[in-house]
């Protein structure tokens, strides 16, 4: 994984030690109104910053890809990640810190983390799962590309009642 800049923001690959840094972020209720729900502890987060380190499923068929957002400032103010899969397949996700919203940062971000998607790991298919409620993720989806998915590819990937799938294609064959 390399580090990622754009204009305002550096990806970092996550480690471990990043963890303490982002239990503060995590810890910001608005972020979980729709998805998740917040770390349990640093200790927990650091573990599973620890075992993400590895980039790979257990079974090794899929790449996990995560990075930290990184202002100029230095400040950490959410993640972006990537589980990439067979078939140039890979979901997305995000989060950040809710005093951050509303000034396109996450748009940089996961448009930066899609170039490197596509370019270094040879991913030409996108999806990413959200809860149908959550209109503000969908409008970031939708304006970085992505539309809702067919019922025969929420049945396909298993999408839970109040979720949707949205996808993007970017140069497939």
């Given at each position: 994984m390399r580090v990622i800049r754009t204009g305002r923001l550096t990806?970092?690959?996550?480690?471990?030690?990043?963890?303490?840094?982002m239990f503060v972020v995590l810890s910001d209720p608005a972020i979980y109104e729709y998805e998740n729900k917040a770390p349990l502890s640093l200790e927990w987060?650091?573990?599973?910053?620890?075992?993400?380190?590895?980039?790979?499923?257990?079974?090794?068929?899929?790449?996990?890809?995560?990075?930290?957002?990184?202002?100029p400032t230095s400040e950490l103010i959410g993640y972006v990640q990537a589980t990439v899969r067979p078939e140039e397949r890979a979901a997305i996700a995000y989060e950040l810190s809710s005093a951050y919203w509303g000034r396109g940062l996450a748009r940089d971000a996961v448009e930066a983390m899609i170039s490197e998607l596509v370019q270094h790991y040879g991913v030409c298919r996108l999806f990413a799962?959200?809860?149908?409620?959550?209109?503000r993720s969908m409008r970031l989806l939708e304006r970085l590309g992505f539309s809702l998915a067919s019922p025969e590819q929420h049945v396909t990937h298993r999408v839970e009642l109040g979720e949707v799938l949205m996808r993007r294609e970017v140069g497939c064959k």
């Open positions: 990806l970092e690959p996550q480690i471990a030690a990043h963890a303490e840094e987060l650091r573990t599973r910053f620890t075992k993400l380190e590895t980039r790979r499923s257990a079974d090794g068929r899929e790449q996990w890809l995560n990075w930290v957002i990184r202002l799962v959200l809860k149908g409620e959550n209109v």
